[in-house]
């Protein structure tokens, strides 16, 4: 399975030029038959990836890819950090950026190690919703840190994380961004990014956090009809082409340095931040929590990252729990 896996991507980087490649051509090159060829080119259809075929010239894509070059990348990285920049991988199609990373846990791996992706076949979002990951159009990263002091010192790391991200939006000429406790990053309420860490170890010793983050960069108009929330993306939004290898840089090198300052600091620094782009903000919402829902006035956040709700006169925490105006997303 890895090896078609492989074969597939690389088919991929032939075809990203958008000129033709006969299916001879590929065949030699990946050692396989012109019938296996044909099988990869059904495949490239799962991903959102639009083939033509024409007799006597071969396959081509619809458009030309723009692939994301881990060269690229890294001098991005070196350039624009003063610090040692973190180790990046790079994936064309995964499961899972987060599950890759969790498979390497067993190994050596360093605080900031990190995965890209093109694809991923099996992305999660919260509550164990699918995260649709159309191939070569958005970001889909991972990122692993050692918690010394175990699971609770990420206890807040997703509002950190979040009011770091809407920073970097605006700083791109990104207005509007939101914040929707704990993880979205919205533009006028739609949907841009998206934070999910995943912990493992113990409470009070030494613990891994994977932080996966996805990004809408420049994502296709059929995806318009296979999501169930109002979206958004960065090309729509600048209304201009953009560069996906800058932008993966700028997303490391922003969550790498996020991280490490909420490792000293803590989320203090971050509230200030959080409260200024917080879309829930004395507005009445829904908390679902399993089969029960809650209502009450958002009133921000606590010093921990938990969202607090006036209900009946008194101030309630919650942790956890997907949270909705009550009169929209």
């Known amino acids: 399975m890895r090896k078609k896996t492989q074969n597939i991507a690389r088919v991929i980087e032939i ?78 199609v995964v499961s899972s950026t987060n599950d890759l990373l969790k498979d390497r846990l067993t190994g050596v791996i360093e605080s900031g190690a990190t995965v890209l992706a093109e694809a991923q076949t099996q992305g ?114 600048l209304n201009k082409p953009i560069n996906r290898n800058m932008w993966a840089a700028k997303l490391v090198a922003c969550c790498h340095k996020t991280i490490k300052e909420y490792e000293q600091t803590g989320l203090s620094p971050f509230l200030k931040r959080w409260h200024k782009y917080d879309r829930l903000a004395m507005q009445p919402v829904k908390i679902i929590m399993g089969d029960k829902e809650i209502m009450g006035i958002a009133e921000g956040i606590d010093e921990n990252g938990a969202l607090l709700l006036k209900r009946e006169g008194k101030l309630e925490r919650y942790h956890a729990g997907e949270v909705s105006l009550r009169y929209g997303i």
């Open 15 to 92: 075809l990203a030029d958008g000129n033709f490649h006969s299916g001879e051509v590929l065949g030699e090159e990946l050692g396989v038959s012109r019938t296996a060829v044909s099988q990869y080119m059904k495949e490239l259809a799962k991903f959102g990836l639009d083939v033509f075929r024409v007799t006597g010239k071969g396959y081509r894509l619809a458009k030309p890819l723009q692939l994301l070059d881990l060269d690229a990348i890294n001098r991005a990285l070196a350039k624009g950090s003063g610090a040692a920049a973190p180790v990046v991988h790079l994936e064309r």
């Open 124 to 237: 999660r979002g919260r509550r164990g919703k699918a995260w649709l990951s159309p191939f070569g159009s958005n970001l889909y990263m991972s990122m692993y840190w050692r918690l010394e002091q175990g699971m609770a010192a990420a206890m807040g790391l997703s509002i950190a994380l979040g009011a770091a991200l809407a920073q970097l939006f605006e700083q791109e000429g990104i207005y509007g961004v939101e914040l929707k406790w704990p993880n979205d990053v919205l533009v006028g309420g739609r949907k841009i990014a998206g934070i999910l860490i995943e912990l493992e170890g113990q409470a009070v010793g030494p613990a891994h956090a994977i932080v996966g983050i996805g990004i809408n960069l420049q994502t296709p108009d059929w995806f318009l009809n296979e999501v169930e929330q109002p979206w958004t993306d960065v090309q729509r939004l």
